[in-house]
Antibody
Framework: EVQLVESGGGLVQPGRSLRLSCTVT????????MHWVRQAPGTGLEWVSG????????ASADPVKGRFTISRDNAKSTLYLQMDSLRTEDTAFYFC?????????????????WGQGTLVTVSP | QSPLTQPPSVSGAPGQRVTISCAGT?????????VHWYQHVPGTAPKLLIY???NWPSGVPDRFSGSKSGASASLVITGLQAEDEADYYC???????????FGTGTKVTVL
């Protein structure tokens, strides 16, 4: 059974940093690209960042470019999201998501497994 | 500000058919990129419902069906059931934004 378990969420002040982790089981982690998707309170889903199977390519949405860094450790089957210079508008549930492909930015790609999410609250 | 627009809500009685539209632009669906659909019950993990416009992942009942035409797509639920109450999102890739994009989301209510 595929499982993605996020951790590291919590309450943090604006301007501070937080690192999210996602540990996966049930599939060969190093064979797939991975992503973070978030959902702010009362809003819809928003793609945040993605990383290819071997970390050779990463990409991020404009609202987080230069502040968030996605990375992975294939030996530990773990995905990370380093979030710096946090803003109140970053408050959201953050989901760890598995791509159906090993590669990033494949135009037709989709997300075939999701975690339950971890809540990040940015507040003074 | 999603470039994919969905109706905020649709509703239907058990057994009825409902349709959720997803309107895109020439930068995403209209560029020929595939559309995928997800079901999300708040508090749980979102679930892939339809991939590549009209295909079912294993375990998804065939009363969910998808289609794409031009710069838009649709999800149809036939034989609506109580457990179908959830939020539904379309997703594609936007070549102008160089980003994966989701629709604005549609809440399905079973009356």
């Amino acid at each position: 059974e595929v499982q993605l378990v996020e951790s590291g969420g919590g309450l943090v002040q604006p301007g501070r940093s937080l690192r999210l982790s996602c540990t996966v089981t049930g599939f060969i982690f190093e064979d797939y690209a991975m992503h973070w998707v978030r959902q702010a309170p009362g809003t819809g889903l928003e793609w945040v960042s993605g990383i290819s199977w071997n970390s050779g390519k990463t990409a991020s949405a404009d609202p987080v470019k230069g502040r968030f860094t996605i990375s992975r450790d294939n030996a530990k089957s773990t995905l990370y999201l380093q979030m710096d210079s946090l803003r109140t508008e970053d408050t959201a549930f953050y989901f760890c998501v598995k791509d159906r492909s090993a590669y990033l930015m494949i135009f037709g790609s989709w997300f075939d497994s999701w975690g339950q999410g971890t809540l990040v609250t940015v507040s003074p | 500000q999603s470039p994919l627009t969905q109706p905020p809500s649709v509703s239907g009685a058990p057994g009825q058919r409902v349709t959720i539209s997803c309107a895109g632009t020439r930068s995403n669906i209209g560029a020929g990129n595939d559309v995928h659909w997800y079901q999300h019950v708040p508090g749980t993990a979102p679930k892939l419902l339809i991939y590549s416009n009209s295909n079912w992942p294993s375990g998804v009942p065939d009363r969910f069906s998808g289609s794409k035409s031009g710069a838009s797509a649709s999800l149809v639920i036939t034989g609506l059931q109580a457990e179908d109450e959830a939020d539904y999102y379309c997703q594609s890739y936007d070549i102008s934004l160089s980003a994966y994009v989701f629709g604005t989301g549609t809440k399905v209510t079973v009356l």
